[in-house]
């Protein structure tokens, strides 16, 4: 099936002045107009996004809504080696500088350790390199935050055992990967976060199967065969997961008709059931 993931939306808003009365005034009341002010003003809204994320064991997803968490940078586009803000958010009260020279800058929020593929964490950012202060005037700057990584799992169905020794699904193709592979084993439970392009990627799962031999196929020679392979490409955008749903289709038959259902859940906004049926091609 596809249909949308859980969401996981985190907001906070980084501001470049915290006191307990300007938080209820308006921009303009805060930083009123100056034509005579040298200096400008920035004020950072700051949103967290990792639409995919679920409780795990291996992955909190509170982790990633504390905002607590986030670290904060700050520099002007013509010195780019030195932060005027380099930061938590929760120290950011003391380190946001109340006036900015006009310019260029470029804000970066981010968090978690950005790794290629991994079972326990993802990296989390929001880049803006395009930020104009302009003197006497507050500069508002919205810094959306989303993981660089796609989600992927499988399901195995309980009866998978009954008729095979042995199934796997092996994900390649990644860039981050440089070749290799994950491998979800028939016992694994927790999802791969895999890095990804801006753009997404084109991956392929490979799912493995060795049947038992009371359900082997036997083929035009009279030879029975036990192993057989399911191949498919799929694109996968960051923020985004696919989930497999894998289980046997069986049929007595002289020849075997042992076959797989597969059911693909894809993370879109259109919840869509696609079921698909397909016949093991026996090597």
Known sequence: MRRKSIFMSLALSLTAMFTSCTSERSIDEQFPKDESDASGKIVLDLSADARFIEQTRAVNEDDYRNTANYTVQLWNN???????????????????????????????????????????????EGFNDNINVAAGNPTKVTLPCTPTAGKLSVTFSSDMATYYNNYEVVFSQAAALAGSSVTWSATDTEPFYVKLNAAGETLRYTINLTAKDDYAYTDDQGNKKTNGTVTKEFTLQRNRSYHLTIKPDYTATTEGGLSIIIDIDEDTNDPIDIPVQVPIDWL
């Open 78 to 124: 013509d010195d780019p080696t030195k932060f005027i803000v380099n930061c938590k958010y929760s120290e950011l009260n003391d380190n946001m500088p109340g006036s900015f020279k006009p310019g260029k800058y470029t804000a970066k929020a981010f968090y978690g350790n950005d790794v290629n593929c991994s079972r326990n964490e993802f990296y989390v």
